[in-house]
């Protein structure tokens, strides 16, 4: 296994910045530190990669079924939780830089200045706290959610009756979460506001373990079949006393960062935990009933929660390639086609007038099938470069000889192939080609 250089990580975040995939937040006014705005190519590939997991795991499955819950909730499910009481970090203080760290993130020394002159750690909360409605009092705290988990479990009935599904069966959600970190850092792979996939998938108590591995394999080989190297990506079990105090057994999707090893996804055993501590605190019955068998139980949940940034993080730069075509070089972004901004660039090949209205017509053609680029300035060359930094799979060249035979000059972004189409056919050749 080759480890990526750390140049590496430089390389992509300026990439990103220069082609619009992620920008900082609030830069005219210096950016506001670890929140960061998806561009036009970024916000393309975020929805692709949330489009990915739903579809491996809702549209493709007869047993998970999803929802949106809001981000705001009754403060009370965050008691239920566990949040409002153990939701923290040990936090120091340097005395000599004034920075703060967290405790389990150092050795020791300040990473800003060296110095031994720590405070001692005391929790941090890690809950962002808001109020509803004109009077900021006690009665009226709110918390922006943490994570997406509990607006499933608050919903398990409501689900369980109106999907009329039985355990095993899934919830699935996407969505916002906010946590007020105390070292947010690396890009999009550490931020207060981010945007989670997370499912929880209910089970036969017995059936928990063999529910467990079945993820932990599943959401591994997503990662993979969606591109990224398996050497490149490991499955880390939880030591006893990493453990949350919900979860009777995690592991972690690490991919290796230039920065070392990092948590992609964590696949949590959570136990009747959740739907335990709802029902008490709510008074609710949270429950199955098994007419065939006259049993009545809390399913146990199994629970793979990804992150939106983290996942596309891994997969900008397991894509990202350099090479030389004719003597000149090229940075190539080789995305999993399903996971492209772009999928298909149209590109007539001069600016001329005589090529536009066929350039056009075949840009009217493809739009409605896979999301489009448009491009007509400077050489074809540089507009190559361009897209194949970008991804995009495939261009679509107009040139002068499709004026008289209607057929147009398909290049293959990876193997540099191009194929004669006629244009009547085009739709079909990209549909063998690209996904839905």
Not at 97 to 126: M, V, Y
Not at 315 to 332: M, Q, W
Request: with cysteine.
């Amino acid at each position: 296994m080759t480890e990526p250089s750390p140049e590496l990580m430089e390389k992509v975040v300026n990439l990103t910045k220069r082609r619009g995939f992620v920008f900082p937040s609030s830069e005219i006014y210096g950016g506001f530190r670890s929140t960061w705005d998806y561009g036009p190519l970024g916000v393309l590939m975020k929805r692709n990669v949330m489009d990915a997991w739903w579809r491996s795991m809702v549209q493709l499955r007869d047993d998970i079924v999803g929802i949106d819950s809001a981000i705001l909730m009754a403060p009370r499910v965050w008691e239920a939780s566990g949040h409002l009481e153990t939701f923290t970090d040990p936090l120091v203080d340097c005395r000599n830089c004034k920075e703060r760290w967290r405790e389990d993130q150092i050795e020791g020394a300040c990473p800003n200045c060296g110095s031994h002159d720590l405070t001692e750690a005391r929790p941090f909360h890690l809950m962002f706290k808001t109020f509803v409605g004109p009077v900021e009092d006690d009665a009226s705290v709110a918390y922006l959610r943490p994570e997406t988990a509990q607006g499933i479990f608050v919903n398990f009935m409501n689900v369980l009756q109106t999907s009329r599904k039985k355990p095993p069966f899934g919830i699935a959600q996407m969505g916002k979460s906010f946590r007020n970190e105390i070292t947010p850092g690396n890009f999009i792979f550490r931020t207060r506001e981010f945007e989670q996939m997370e499912m929880e998938f209910f089970v036969p108590p017995t059936e928990a373990p063999t529910w467990f591995e079945y993820w932990c394999r599943e959401r591994r080989q997503w990662y993979i079949d969606l591109g990224i190297p398996e050497d490149m990506l490991r499955m880390r079990q939880h030591d006893p006393e990493e453990l949350s105090h919900y979860s009777a057994g995690t592991a972690d999707v690490e991919f290796l960062f230039p920065f070392g090893w990092g948590e992609l996804e964590g696949v949590a055993n959570r136990t009747d935990y959740d739907l335990t501590q709802h029902a008490t605190f709510s008074g609710e019955r949270l429950e199955y009933f098994d007419q065939a068998s006259g049993e009545r139980y809390v399913p146990h949940v199994i629970e793979p929660a990804a992150g939106v940034g983290r996942s596309m993080m891994a997969f900008l730069l397991a894509a990202y390639d350099e090479d030389v075509i004719e003597g000149e070089s090229r940075t190539v972004l080789r995305l999993h086609p399903r996971l492209a901004p772009v999928k298909v660039a149209v590109l007539p090949l001069s600016k001329k007038e005589t090529l536009t209205p066929t350039a056009r017509e075949v840009l009217d053609l493809v739009q409605p099938h896979f999301m489009s680029d448009y491009d007509e300035t400077q050489s074809i060359g540089r507009r190559y470069r361009r897209q194949d930094e970008a991804g995009t799979p495939y261009c679509v060249t107009i040139d002068f000889e499709t004026l008289d035979d209607r057929a147009v000059t398909v290049r293959d972004r990876d193997t540099l192939a191009q194929d004669r189409v006629s244009i009547d056919k085009l739709v079909d050749y990209l549909r063998e080609r690209l996904p839905l």
